[in-house]
């Protein structure tokens, strides 16, 4: 005999309409004087805004060690073949590559890293699994943006994870000018989960990690929360880090320059909010892009 346990869902989302609901969980889980590589003010400023940038990560000559692995990587044909891949509509480029730090030993290194994981065993107070990794390639000349959402909204949605206690990482393996399809955030958002309107087909991964639709704010909600909290857009050189709470309100621009904008992108989760079964999905998404194994990284 097999039981189901009940988990209530604190953040009603893909409903009729729209609906707003003050954040239940804390930001920073771990305590202040918890010893970590971030620092207390940084500790602070991520409470308050919901991100925090790092001017300098990782270093050059790892920068060009993670772009060497990037561009063998896309380059494979075993890997674009891999349903893992993900390509843009219109060139057919890749556009992202998922679970790297499982086809990867160089990103699995990455992973691993205590300036990395460190960070977020700290901020999320115990220790941590990878719930998500992946390669973002936008190349020059057309490749296409991500629309405004929040990832919490998913992960709750169609991976089942129960609370706000998840942090993402992203490394910047190319310069992040303002031109070229930058992270863009809206400081403060995270305190408030929109739960969006409208209900997930079956299937949606296949269509969102192409291009969002299900999951996404209307205007007039994203037109109020930029009026309330305004927008950061984030630059620095390769080796440039930016950590972003899970309900962030965040996305970026089409990249029309010259200028490619790479970078790695790691979601740790603590293994005490473990995914569920979705709260507003009709199945849930492959392993690769929400992870079932909740092995600590170590």
């Known amino acids: 005999m097999t039981t189901t346990t009940h988990v209530t869902d604190l953040y009603p989302t893909r409903g009729a309409t729209e609906v707003a609901t003050p954040r239940q969980d804390p930001v920073v889980w771990g305590s202040p004087d918890t010893p970590g590589p971030v620092t207390a003010s940084d500790l602070q400023s991520l409470e308050r805004d919901g991100f925090l940038a790092v001017d300098q990560l990782i270093g050059p000559d790892e920068v060009a060690e993670y772009r060497r692995e990037l561009e063998r990587l896309t380059s494979d044909p075993a890997i674009r073949a891999d349903e893992r891949s993900i390509v843009e509509p219109q060139s057919k480029e890749i556009r992202s590559v998922f ?31 990878v719930h998500q990794s992946r390669i973002n390639v936008k190349p020059g000349f057309g490749a296409s943006g991500f629309y405004w959402h929040s990832d919490f909204e998913t992960w709750h949605a169609e ?21 070229n399809g930058g992270l863009m955030i809206m400081p403060g958002s995270h305190k408030t989960f929109l739960g969006c309107a409208g209900a997930t087909p079956k299937d949606n991964y296949k269509k969102s990690l192409q291009m ?12 109020k929360m930029a009026s309330e909290y305004g927008i950061r857009l984030f630059t620095g050189k390769a080796g440039s880090a930016t950590w972003f709470d899970c309900n962030a309100m965040h996305g970026s621009g089409d990249n029309i320059t010259p200028f490619p904008r790479s970078n790695v992108f790691i979601v740790f989760n603590s293994v005490e909010n473990t995914a569920v079964e979705p709260f507003a999905a009709p199945i849930r998404r492959p392993d690769f892009i929400g992870a079932r194994d909740f092995t600590p990284v170590k």
Request: glycine share 6%.
């Open 99 to 129: 679970e790297v730090h499982r086809i990867s030993e160089v990103f699995a290194r990455l992973v691993r890293d205590e300036r990395v994981v460190g960070r977020a065993r700290q901020i999320l107070g115990s220790d941590v699994y």
């Open 212 to 223: 969002q639709d299900a999951g996404t704010p209307s205007d007039e909600a994203l037109t």
């Open 159 to 179: 991976d089942g994870l129960p609370n706000m206690r998840t942090i993402s990482v992203s490394i910047a393996l190319t310069e992040n000018f303002d031109t």
